[in-house]
């Protein structure tokens, strides 16, 4: 089945930086012409959106990970990016890559990846 495949998660100590990657060779044009996304799930919490960028490359990150987070895309390569900067112990969770506008392309709930975990030491 087709899916999304995150990399680039590890254990850091807090403070530390850490640089995500997200591809799916088989999703066609989906990856390119549309907002992208980078999602987090925490032990015993829901799945959040923390960062976005759309087609044009405008951007959007929650208050939580303002001024820390950065996400990019290479639309060439079908790949998007999230740079995390001075990472504290609550950006622990496993970190996922999906469209921004799930509700608009309903194909791509069920394309999830594995994701990537990260894991902050203080």
């Known amino acids: 089945q087709v899916q999304v495949a995150e990399s680039g998660g590890g254990l850091v100590q807090a403070g530390g930086s850490l640089r995500l990657s997200c591809t799916c060779a088989?999703?066609?044009?989906?990856?390119?012409?549309?907002?992208m996304g980078w999602y987090r799930q925490a032990p015993g919490e829901q799945r959040e959106l923390v960062a976005q960028i759309s087609r044009g490359g405008s951007t959007k990150v929650a208050e939580s990970v303002k001024g820390r987070f950065t996400i990019s895309r290479d639309n060439a390569k079908k790949t998007v990016f999230l740079q995390m900067n001075s990472l504290k112990p609550e950006d622990t969770a496993v970190y996922y890559c999906n469209v921004a506008n799930l509700d608009a392309i309903p194909i791509m709930k069920s394309r999830w990846g594995q994701g990537t975990q990260v894991t902050v030491s203080s």
């Open positions: 088989a999703c066609g044009s989906i990856f390119v012409f549309n907002p």
